[in-house]
């Protein structure tokens, strides 16, 4: 079984920036893909961000490409994703998922595990 906690959420104002980190841990996640899905009130998750198991592929929504950075370090079992340039509009329930295989992923469903997820709230 695979534990999967998020952390680094919070109030910030808009242009503002935040860091968030999901680390898993019960077993060695370096050979899955890992990413970022979020949703807001009334709304469905949507994704936000994927990585392969080795960091070397990235992948973005169109509406986070140019202000979020995903990255991961292997060592520590650790996911990052860095925002930039927040907008009202991020403001969502923040969720680490890990997939099922090695490749990226914006798939909701190929995404095996899950953590509880932290809140964004981007104020104007």
């Known amino acids: 079984q695979v534990q999967v906690v998020e952390s680094g959420g919070g109030l910030v104002q808009a242009g503002g920036s935040l860091r968030l980190s999901c680390v898993a841990s019960g077993r060695t996640v370096s050979n899955y893909a890992m990413g970022w899905f979020r949703q807001a009130p009334g709304k469905e998750r949507e994704f936000v961000a994927a990585?392969?198991?080795?960091?070397?592929?990235?992948y973005y929504a169109d509406s986070t490409k140019d202000r979020f950075t995903i990255s991961r370090d292997n060592v520590r079992n650790t996911v990052y994703l860095q925002m930039n340039n927040l907008k009202v509009e991020d403001t969502a329930v923040y969720y680490c998922?890990?997939?099922?295989?090695?490749?990226?992923?914006?798939?909701?469903?190929?995404?095996?595990?899950w953590g509880q997820g932290t809140q964004v709230t981007v104020s104007s």
């Open positions: 998922g890990v997939a099922e295989g090695p490749g990226g992923t914006n798939d909701f469903d190929e995404y095996a595990y």
């Open positions: 990585v392969n198991w080795s960091g070397g592929r990235r």
